[in-house]
């Protein structure tokens, strides 16, 4: 077995020491953070060595680091010669940048005072500074990605401009049912719903009482009243209020939320869902106005100010092709179960609570 250094002892080298010490016999370890010894899975004890003139030797050394490029040039700095640089890619299991430079027969060969890289379509790339390894990350991500396809492929204009209404459920929509039937169970006793009652009906459990929430409207089951302003907002009244797509065409929703919880009867809940990723509501905007997107942090520290902690519960509904259906008005039946149903926090589509008193 050839005899090799490695430079790096962290969680890399840890993730890859098995497979490279099938392939090379490790004598010695360089770090510039410690020094000692290091008991390899083989059971062998090697020194580990802080690198400098002194302490290079003839050996090959593996770097063991994600950015080898500060490492590399670290070690031409010190004296070492190029060509006893090894770079272990290629060896698995593949993390990071690896899986994106190294994981198809591509090469990285030192050639002087220059990395050589080969990728499997051909092409060279010669890299001497940072800089021409960050854009080399970059070029092989479009390569092995071609974003201007797929964003060609899709329209100028969205297919609807009301949520996909005309062409069948709303894809927040969808997420908003789902998470109301899920939390049913406190739908319960007395309940309110803002403008309408359709929520309270077919989700709703033992309810003994319903009323609907406007701001101008005093027709009977309807409470004439503002969450913003406290306006006809009695305190301890209500077991459970639903309370869908409400908060982001308020603009003082700390106020609302006071007031919500505020209505709530002790034990009671309210059942709050908002938009992340969406378009603007024009038909909201036109006439009260759509102030707010969300996150679930947003959120959280909204509602927090007014209810304990232990009282919050929140949840988040979305992905990047159901958030990207979204906004090009396509309807919940356009996409499969699992396409709706796939949950990546980082494009939060809908954003739903329950907060308890």
Known sequence: MKQIFVFGCGELFCKKQKSILKKYE?????????TGEYRLENGKTVPVILPDKKTINKYPVAIMKVDFFQIWNQLLELGMEPELVVFPYRIEPLYGIEKQLFSSGETLEAQGSVLIYHDKWGDTYTI???TDFDNLIKIQERHLIDGMAILQA???YPL?????FSRGTPIDRYYIEKFLNEKRECIRGKVLEVAEDTYTRKYGTNVTEFFMLHVSSE???FIKGNFETGEGIEAETMDCIILTQVLPFIFDCSAAIFNIYRMLKPGGSCLITV????QISRYDMER???YWQFTDLSLRRLLEREVPKDKVQIKTYGNVKSATAMLYGMASEELS????DDVDDDYQVSICAVIWK
């Open 154 to 156: 899709c329209p100028m």
């Open 128 to 130: 001497d500074n940072i």
């Open 26 to 34: 490790i004598i010695g370890i360089y770090d510039n953070f410690k």
């Open 160 to 164: 609807n401009r009301v949520f996909g």
């Open 288 to 290: 009260w106005g759509h």
């Open 219 to 221: 027709a009977p089951g």
């Open 337 to 340: 179960q699992k396409e709706l």
């Open 275 to 278: 938009n992340g990723i969406s």
